[in-house]
């Protein structure tokens, strides 16, 4: 995978010098224009079509974009239903109000999508999820293809770094297990480089052992940002662990290093 530091702006100092106050400005407009620039291209997949479809092991998927303030009220629906049933027991007590957050998160202007469709076969298809976990059944043609999964990022400055930040990696419990996550990650890091942006960044709860290894397995690592890192008498009270996956050195320096 390519990586982004020959592209990303660096100071240019001589060793031991602190960068003045000129450059470090210069050095954060260029990030801004960086992040800016993420943020305006309107289609993200499209430099990317071996990731339009996935095939495999018995599922047979195709991907679109999709922007937080263009999002259609079944489409809202249907992210605020997966989830509660994949977030609801992970969170535990601290749900109701994480899924007020969420909700607002998900129809910000700058939450960027890629939907997980089926392919159809020209009849009406059920579309939602499990009705014995309090879900709403809600129906639609399948013309414009059955959602069986998102993930929504965001391009967001971290550590004055740019990257890509994961707010919601969520499938379908029967799109679950087949290859899909993996496919779903890998796109985003290449967006992620093409974009020039350090990391890949998410957040996973610590109860959420099936994520927390599927991570793992990818080589995401604990943050130095994450709470168990910055204080570890702070990261017991936490629910939660920041991960990361770095493309440059600066970046695993900061991010995941921790060093300055």
Same mark, same amino acid.
């Given at each position: ?51 339009? &479809? ?6 047979? %998927? ?21 989830? &509660? ?6 969170? +535990? ?7 007020? %957050? =969420? ?37 639609? @043609?399948?013309? !414009? ?10 391009? %967001?400055?971290?550590?004055?770094? @740019? ?7 969520? /499938?379908? @419990?029967?799109?679950? +297990?087949? +290859?899909?996550? &993996? ?10 480089? =093409?974009?020039?942006? +350090?990391?890949?960044?998410?957040? %996973? ?39 990361? =996956? /770095?493309?440059?050195?600066?970046? =695993? ?5 921790? !060093?300055?």
């Amino acid at each position: 995978m390519a990586t982004a530091e020959k592209k990303r702006p660096r100071i240019s100092s001589g060793e031991g010098r602190r960068p003045s106050r000129k450059e470090i400005l210069e050095r954060k407009k260029a990030i801004d224009e960086l992040i800016r620039k993420a943020v305006a291209v309107k289609d993200h997949l499209v430099q990317f079509p071996a990731f339009h &479809k996935f095939q495999r092991n018995g599922l047979s %998927v195709y991907l679109e974009s999709g922007r937080g303030d263009q999002l259609t009220l079944p489409t809202r629906k249907y992210i605020q239903n997966l989830l &509660k049933v994949n977030m609801e027991n992970p969170y +535990g007590p601290e749900w109701p109000s994480e899924e007020k %957050v =969420k909700r607002q998160e998900m129809v910000a202007p700058e939450a960027r999508y890629i939907f997980v469709k089926q392919y159809s076969n020209g009849f009406t298809t059920e579309c939602s999820v499990n009705q014995d976990a309090g879900m709403e059944h809600t129906h639609a @043609p399948c013309n !414009e293809g059955c959602l069986v999964g998102f993930v929504h990022y965001r391009f %967001v400055l971290e550590e004055e770094l @740019p990257v890509a930040y994961v707010y919601e990696l969520q /499938t379908e @419990p029967s799109a679950q +297990g087949k +290859g899909l996550g &993996k496919f779903l990650m890998q796109l985003i890091e290449q967006i992620a480089c =093409k974009n020039q942006m +350090g990391a890949v960044m998410l957040t %996973v709860q610590k109860a959420n052992t099936q994520a927390m290894a599927f991570y793992t397995k990818l080589r995401y690592a604990i943050s130095s940002t994450s709470p168990s890192r910055v204080d570890p008498q702070i990261g017991l009270e936490k629910s939660y662990e920041i991960l990361c =996956k /770095t493309f440059d050195s600066e970046a =695993k320096s900061k991010l995941e290093d921790g !060093e300055w």
